[in-house]
């Protein structure tokens, strides 16, 4: 997917929507060539755009707690992603769903970290959360309260790596 991210850096609207549209297209190939490879069909995969419920819902979740700008800007343009059959999963929540998460289990205990936010899980029950520091962390275990490990040192990286996980899926 499209040019690295600089430190420092805040995501770009833009930037995210063009990741988007790489993102359907790789999923619409990967979808084509799942049964044959796989010989049995694929779940349902995608990365829905954001509406004008999932825009409230993030005013809701900004009003609740404070989120690093840069999940702002991602849910502004992507409302959640459901990608069962990339990898072992990957699934970036809604903001309504990372808002009642915080409410139900409070914010991921990273060290260093004033607020981290879950946002995202892999099919394995590990969660991904973004600190105030932008950047992504992934739980060591399928818990809320263990230890977390710098996954990509931005959001923009975390959604590289993705893409890249669509793209060179077989």
């Known amino acids: 997917m499209r ?3 600089v430190p420092g850096e805040r995501l770009d609207a833009e930037w995210v929507r063009s990741w988007w549209e790489q993102a359907e297209s790789a999923l619409t190939k990967l979808m084509e060539s799942f049964l044959p490879t796989h010989g049995f069909p694929p779940g349902h995969n995608a ?3 954001a509406t004008d419920d999932s825009h409230q819902a993030t005013g ?35 903001p309504a769903t990372a808002a009642e998460h915080f409410r139900e289990y409070g914010p991921a205990p990273i060290e260093g970290e004033f607020i981290a936010l ?5 099919g394995g029950g590990h969660l991904f959360a973004i600190g105030d520091s932008g950047q ?8 809320w309260f263990d230890d977390f490990e710098v996954a990509a040192s931005s959001l923009q990286e975390f959604l590289e790596q993705l893409g890249r996980r669509i793209a060179n899926q077989p």
């Open 3 to 5: 040019g690295g991210s």
């Open 47 to 49: 990365v829905m755009l």
């Open 60 to 94: 809701a979740l900004v009003d609740l707690t404070p989120i690093p700008s840069d999940l702002t800007t991602l849910y502004w343009v992507i409302s959640e992603a459901s990608l069962p059959d990339v990898d072992s999963g990957y699934f970036i929540h809604s």
């Open 118 to 122: 879950v946002f995202a899980s892999d």
């Open 136 to 143: 992504v962390w992934k739980s060591t275990t399928a818990s």
